[in-house]
């Protein structure tokens, strides 16, 4: 399990639950496994996250959320919180420096849902003509902006498939496929996996303006889940007005009241899910309760608790893109993902939109990882170890 990452501060800890009656504990309703990994830990009460308020706080000794809460002074200040928790890889939405100055301990789940974006980037691809085939067969090349814990585990896995790969981050010195960031832009496929920053050496922030927009080719694949905000929307638009490149778009700027007209110019549009897989979600909440526990001082705990196995099964196939499709489609139906989104928006608008937008996310079903799982393959090739190695499966040849 990745391993999460804290930020300590000077003041004492809460009391631990041996010390206190209970500990209370604010959570966001969509983080899963709330009752059986951190119920042992105190009472929890589980908002809507979007809503979670100063006045939901006043009991508060510890907050957890996802990405769509903003926490920061108008939602802390004069409130018992004294841990925060991120179920989530970034933290564009938490005032770092508020957190600091007020002794606050900060703890983020990075790299818990980073295979639930991969395989969400690879099963895109897979619907886009013979864009997963190509790059297999080693015509055409995929472009990664951010080396993070997406980043890595992207290139990781399209490696080990034999896939060209550039990556450009500025603030890493130390990649085996590093490339400018014009180099990048020129592959055929380019997804974004960068965090989001408006401030510092290198902003993030409108990083693909219209300046790097019109350079795009008509044929290329432009992926973005990363955050909305990192692409320049209304230069987009125009872009895509021109013709090509082909869109996946995930992360939107002005969540949760997203862009119809971007929606229609998409190849693949979805509701940002693509870290949304139960196993991330699950491993996000195992990585806070571990904080959570350290944070109160106690031992043990329940992070050990984890879902039941993964199987699929692979039957005649004819290349190793053919393979990849196969074993994907059996754990994650990505145009579905696009249908429901249209569905919901096609006849919303303004606040509604964003209801929608929201909905989606709180309601999404379950989906599995294929990372893990077990491989029962009848007919063995020469690309079955090379998969299996990639995705981690277990194989249980016939």
Request: proline share 3%; net charge negative; aromatic share 6%.
């Amino acid at each position: 399990m990745p391993r999460v990452i804290q930020h300590f501060t000077k003041i004492s800890a809460i009391p631990s639950a041996h010390e206190l009656d209970s500990v209370n504990i604010v959570a966001d309703h969509n983080i899963p496994g709330l009752e059986q990994l951190l119920g042992h830990l105190g009472e929890i009460t589980a908002l809507d996250g979007r809503s979670i308020s100063r006045r939901d706080l006043l009991t508060a000794d510890a907050l957890l959320v996802r990405s769509v809460s903003r926490v920061d002074e108008v939602l802390l200040k004069d409130t018992p919180v004294r841990f925060v928790g991120s179920a989530t890889a970034g933290h564009d939405h938490i005032d770092m420096e508020y957190l600091k100055s007020t002794g606050r301990h900060f703890a983020l789940a990075s790299g818990s849902n980073a295979q639930s974006v991969v395989e969400y980037v690879f099963a895109a691809l897979a619907e886009i003509g013979a864009t997963l085939d190509a790059l297999c067969e080693g015509h055409s090349s995929l472009g990664v902006i951010g080396y993070g814990n997406v980043g890595q585990r992207l290139v990781s896995v399209a490696r080990t498939l034999g896939i060209s790969v550039l990556v450009y981050d500025p603030y890493i010195k130390q990649c085996p496929v590093s490339a400018s960031f014009e180099q990048v832009m020129r592959c055929d496929v380019v997804s974004l996996h960068c965090a989001l920053s408006q401030e510092g050496r290198f902003p993030s922030w409108h990083l693909l303006n219209r300046q790097v927009l019109t350079t795009l080719r008509p044929e290329q694949v432009l992926i973005n889940a990363a955050r909305g905000g990192i692409i320049d929307e209304t230069a987009l638009l125009e872009r895509a007005s021109r013709g090509g490149p082909s869109l996946i778009v995930d992360c939107w700027e002005g969540e949760p009241c997203i862009s119809e007209a971007l929606i229609e110019q998409a190849s693949l549009a979805t509701p940002h899910v693509a870290g949304y897989s139960k196993d991330g979600k699950w491993r996000g909440t195992q990585m806070l309760g571990e904080a959570l526990t350290s944070f109160l001082r106690l031992e043990g705990g329940n992070a050990g608790i984890g879902l039941p196995s993964v199987s699929v099964q692979l039957g005649e196939h004819h290349s190793m893109a053919q393979a990849v499709r196969l074993l994907l489609e059996q754990v994650y139906d990505i145009t579905t993902d696009d249908a429901l989104l249209r569905r919901a928006l096609r006849d919303s608008g303004g606040v509604e939109r964003g209801r929608q937008f929201d909905r989606l996310r709180r309601d999404y079903r379950e989906r599995r990882e294929l990372f893990g799982a077990q491989l029962h393959c009848d007919a063995p090739s020469e690309w079955i170890a090379c998969v299996a190695k990639a995705f981690q499966l277990e194989r249980k040849d016939s």
